[in-house]
């Protein structure tokens, strides 16, 4: 009775399976044809009658993306903007939400109320006054223009602090006996435990920060100072009509990422679901 | 001195407050250990400093700016301003805003119904008992990973004017080629299938994970009860998924209102302000045609929307998390 209501019957695993199939594909597709056409020949992308099947592949097409745009600097200015703002945001929200979690002080509930404030303002209904206080501070096109506004996030925070309300308070006791500072109860024994939730938060801030667009293209401004993102949008200006240049730009963007999502795809379904906080 | 106000407050919240975190996880009574006398005061406030300071220079401070320049006129970095009441505002409606609000609804509804619609299915068939079924969740994640920008860019060749793969297929079948940039509504077509593509992997997450955490008694107890297929997920499944799917309903929404990059990459708000969403417009007001009164009047009016989702939500999951208790 049981097996069979679980088991579903075989047209109906039929079904399922082809449905899958299907979403699978349609997920996948648009990456293989972005393979496809970046190693196309010009002519063969431009004939109608041609086959879709790149015949032949001329790999020289990533290279000679790769040369005719300041790639190199465009993936380091992503790494400063990717690694550092994730960084960032992880050590100011574990101390913010271990303070939150543990710490009882006057004016607690407000600061805290303040940090969700962060949730509650979507950056893009700010844009034009960040870039306001940025001019004024004269960090446009800059580094720390691009860091210090994402240092920090609300939610970072607002996880951690639940997840230090749940572990039981004994833990803090032996180390506290043993006359350790308040700092390094905190960095010796809450940071570890947090090591699985720091790495799911760490990996979706990561993406997030990574593909972020619309505060890099608002900035800054300069072929110096654009992050991946804003570089592949002025390749699209600069090569329109080279669908095989373009795809093996794009092809450049998605490989790193592509091979980090393969890697840490756990932690990438974690962070969705814890990021979809109640 | 120190002990005792801050055992008091203490006290305080553990009686009255249930914690944010939807209202089920209550502190646990016990947990009092940081009322010791000896404990540094200063200590509390240097670990939350950084994420209160970051939040205030560059979330509450651009607010507050954001609603006192919706009232001025002037540029950007301009120091002269002057007042001049609901104008910015009316001018935004009049000007090109009141339609960006039009498209910014369509879109945002024609999104939600997509990707929660595919999310859901797609999860239903994720969480049957089959062999193998687990492992398909994985490719699910990739367009949500990937660079939109770099995404865009692919749909912008699949969709291209006669070469792309689409109007390719259509030559094929016979119809007529299809211009996805010139057309208001094919360009509407293009921007919600690449953001359907690209975000509805996350619904399916969430759903898949909702499924998860379903009560397995009440699904065997209802299938030997006799109960179809389809009755079980629209009476038992459906209603027991109606928390998350608010939820979700909200994050998707939320997304929605904020889509950006493939606009900005595809149609770049045309043709004709055709996908001019209200972002898109703050954007181009803002820094495009430097109409900082115009593009702030819309950020407001776009914060406030979001904000009224934000907090229903907090309203409606938070009166029903206090009647299941």
Redesign the interface.
Known sequence: ??SR????RTST?LL??G??GL??L???F??V??LG?AVKSNGQ??D?NAS?WPHPFEWGNIVKAWDSAPFGRWFLNSVIFGFGSTIGQI???L??G???A?????G??I?FY????????????????????L?TLHWLNTYQGLL??N??S?LG??LFR?FF??LP?QL??AARIDGAS??RI?LRVYVPLSRPIVAAFGMIAF?QN??N??FP??VVNSTKMDV??EG??VF?GQFSTS?NL??S??LI??LP??L???VA?RQ??EG??LG??? | MPSTSSGRQQGATTGSVPALGGGRRQRRPGWLPHRKLGRPLLLPYLFVAPAVVFTALFSILPLVILFRRSFLAGGIFATHLSWVGLQNYTNTLSQGGGQALKVTAIFTVAFIVLTMGFGLGIALLLDMKLPGVKRLRAPFIIPLAMPSVATALIWATLFAPQIGLINRILSVLGIPQADFTSSPSLAMVMILSFGTWQFFGQNVILYLAALKNLPVEIMEQSSIDGAGAWQRFWHIRLPLLQRNTILILVITTLTGLQTFNQIYVLTNGGPNGATTTALFYVYNQGFVQFNTGQADAMAVILFLISLVITVGQVGILGRRAHREI
């Open positions: 009775m049981r209501a679980l088991r579903p695993q399922v399976y449905l899958l979403a699978v349609i997920v996948v648009p990456l044809w972005m056409t992308i431009l109608l879709l050590i100011t929200s101390l913010a271990y303070a939150f543990v710490f009882e002080f006057p607690k509930r600061l303040a940090v969700l404030c962060g949730l509650m303002v979507p950056f893009s209904t700010v844009i034009v006054p960040v870039v306001q206080i001019g210090v506004p240092l920090a609300a925070a607002f639940q309300q749940g308070p803090a006791e308040e700092f905190f993406l990574w593909n667009f619309l293209l608002i991946l993102s592949l949008s699209q669908y373009m795809m730009a794009a963007a998605i990422i592509l980090v999502a393969v795809q990438i379904v969705i679901t979809a906080i109640q």
